[in-house]
């Protein structure tokens, strides 16, 4: 990782290129990457993290990976086992329950000023993009990666235009975790056609602008998703 400096003297430039603070740029790519990769699923709840390996691929020396995996460890997405190594934390059906319990009330706070900053380009290209989806379920060839994302667009859309910034927040803080869910569901449960049915039903309800029809569609998605979850 470089910079470009010019120096001035006499009339005269050079270009110098120097080398950015590595430690603290390595140890913030390397959790970046890291994290990715528990978002998709790559390093799954449970699995040990091999940090020769991840200094391997990223290109890196061990100490940034470290310092990485003490910053998600301080997020609460790892954790250390002395004398063993670092896991991805296991989802528990508790963490399970209080996550649904935190998000659904927050989406229910977004949504009320959310809704009337959400364009109709933005209904119409998730409308797309779920039918896009759809199709390629039937046809068998939708991977986790598409399904989770555009399900995760679907609710970033709501907390990226509201107006409560706290709700903002908390959201991204938790959304690792809802993308860990979300890939459990995929996995496991097989009820991806529902969930894109129930997401473009609420899409009817955005364009509508009907936020109470909106709020209780919502929740039973919600409702719905943890049981399949528990109950799986």
Known sequence: MYTYVIKIKKGEF???????????????????????????????????????????ELGISRTPIREALKMLESDEIVEVRKGVGTFVKMLSFKDIRDIFEVRKSLEIIAVKTAINNISKDDIDKLDTELRNISLK?????????????????????????????FAREIFEHIKLKIKQYQFLSYESLNNSNESILQHLELLTYLR????????SALTNHLDWSLKCLIFN
Not at 208 to 215: E, G, R
């Open 208 to 215: 509508k602008k009907d936020i109470d029809t909106f709020i």
């Open 137 to 165: 379920l039937e046809e068998g060839t939708l991977t986790k990666e598409e399904f989770t994302e555009t399900d995760m667009k679907f609710h970033e859309l709501i907390f990226k235009r509201c107006e409560n910034n």
């Open 14 to 56: 050079k270009v110098a290129y120097l080398k950015k603070s590595p430690k603290k740029n390595l140890a913030q790519y390397a959790y970046e990457e890291i994290k990715k990769r528990i978002y998709h699923n790559k390093i799954k709840p449970g699995e040990l993290i091999k940090e020769n390996e991840l200094a391997a």
